[in-house]
C-alpha cells in the first residue's frame, strides 16, 4: 500500500522558513515523480514545487521560485520542501501526492495517492 505524510508545518513569522517533509512508504521516492501542492482558503489548489523520477528534474511556480526547494532523500526514501522568505500569502495546506506511475517527469499526471497534509501558517 502506497502511503504519503506530511509533517514540519506550524506558525512563522513573515521572512521565516520551515522545511515540509514527505515520508513515502510503498514506493521508492527515486523511481516516482512526486509534487507538492498547497491549498489556501477559499483558493484553488496550486502546485508548488515537483521532483522528477530518476533524473529528478525539477519544477517550480513562479510564486515560489528563488524561495522554496525541493529535494528527495533515497536512503530516508522522504522527498522534502525547505521553504525561506516566507510570506502571509504561503499560508496554506500543503500536501504531497505522486500519480503513482513509475519513472514520470514532472510535471506529473492525474494524482492517484495524496497525503493528508501539513498546515503552514504566515502570520505576525
Known amino acids: 500500500q502506497v502511503q504519503l505524510a506530511e509533517s514540519g508545518g506550524g506558525v512563522v513569522q513573515p521572512g521565516g522558513s520551515l522545511r515540509l517533509s514527505c515520508a513515502v512508504s510503498?514506493?521508492?521516492?527515486?523511481?516516482?515523480?512526486i509534487g507538492w501542492f498547497r491549498q489556501a482558503p477559499g483558493k484553488e489548489r496550486e502546485e508548488v514545487s515537483c521532483?522528477?523520477?530518476?533524473?529528478?528534474?525539477?519544477i517550480y511556480a513562479d510564486s515560489v521560485k528563488g524561495r522554496f526547494t525541493i529535494s528527495r532523500d533515497s536512503p530516508e526514501n522522504t522527498v522534502y520542501l525547505q521553504m525561506s522568505s516566507l510570506e502571509p500569502e504561503d499560508t496554506a495546506v500543503y500536501y504531497c501526492?505522486?500519480?503513482?506511475?513509475?519513472?514520470?517527469?514532472?510535471?506529473?499526471?492525474?494524482?492517484?495517492?495524496w497525503g493528508r497534509g501539513a498546515h503552514v501558517t504566515v502570520s505576525s
Open positions: 501526492a505522486t500519480d503513482w506511475v513509475v519513472g514520470t517527469t514532472c510535471p506529473l499526471g492525474i494524482l492517484e495517492v
Open positions: 510503498g514506493i521508492a521516492v527515486d523511481d516516482y515523480g
Open positions: 521532483i522528477s523520477a530518476r533524473d529528478g528534474r525539477i
